[in-house]
């Protein structure tokens, strides 16, 4: 699909006359952060210390979902007991020593490129990310000095976490402009999910394993293969009439 193409189909089914990006709402591991093939290791660690059979794989599809939900759902699903909050917190606090224990990853490439361009039109940058990991929200302020909003929605600010659109939403709250001027930037399924049903432009970036294909099959009006490829595309994107 061309991008012409993504913005006329959004335009049709929005029922809005015209593309007027304002908001970039953004994910954080994935986009931000290459942090996803430590966070399914730490996860598959996790499991099976509690003998709960996994996949890495599997978490890359669980991605965007918040941890005491992720939790939850392995636990039910693999040996059928229903934690309670406390109990799946705890199990989210061990996966996070494990996370810590397998040192800090890089940023996305050329993300840097992506906020400046948008911070450069006047786009304002907010983070939407259902991460609930200190280690790695902290890290944000520091290594995107800035480039970003200090509005942010993480998994602590929300009851349910992708593909709930509840996220988003509060995404769209805190920039105080119609969803339909906001734009995601997203690289999991669950995420592309929220981001459609609240409405936003919704942007996918293939930065794991997940096809382009899966990314349209959820929803996303456009899929980038890159951060370098959609940092090209953002004018047209953000100036287009
Ligand atoms: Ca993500």
């Given at each position: 699909m061309t991008?012409?193409?993504?913005?006329?189909n959004f335009l049709r089914y929005s029922g809005c006359?015209?593309?007027k990006i304002t908001t970039a709402l953004i994910d954080c591991d994935g986009v931000l952060f290459d942090t996803m093939k430590n966070h399914t290791r730490a996860w598959v660690r996790l499991m099976q210390k509690n003998g709960i059979k996994c996949t890495r794989d599997?978490?890359?599809?669980?991605e965007?979902?918040?941890g005491v939900e992720i939790v939850k759902k392995k636990f039910k699903d693999g040996v059928g007991k229903n934690l309670t909050d406390d109990e799946a917190r705890a199990l989210y606090s061990v996966k996070g020593r494990y996370f810590l224990e397998l040192g800090e990853t890089g940023k996305i490439p050329h993300i840097d490129d992506v906020l400046k361009t948008l911070k450069d039109a006047g786009v304002e940058r907010i983070v939407v990310t259902g991460s609930q990991q200190p280690s790695v929200?902290?890290?944000?302020?520091?290594?995107?000095?800035?480039l970003l909003s200090e509005k942010r929605v993480t998994g602590d600010d929300v009851k349910r976490g992708k593909p709930n659109p509840e996220p988003y939403l509060k995404g769209v709250e805190l920039a105080g402009v119609p969803a339909a001027q906001c734009m995601?930037?997203?690289?999991?399924?669950?995420?592309?999910?929220?981001?459609?049903?609240?409405?936003?432009?919704?942007v996918a970036v293939t930065t794991g394993p997940i096809s382009e294909k899966e990314m349209y099959k959820a929803g996303a009006d456009i899929v980038f293969h890159d951060m370098?490829?959609?940092a090209m595309a953002l004018p047209e994107m953000i100036h287009h009439n």
């Open positions: 991008l012409t193409e993504a913005i006329n006359k015209e593309l599997e978490f890359y599809l669980y965007g979902m918040t929200l902290n890290r944000i302020d520091k290594e995107f000095e800035g995601v930037i997203e690289n999991a399924p669950l995420g592309v999910q929220a981001a459609h049903a609240a409405g936003c432009f919704t370098n490829e959609l």
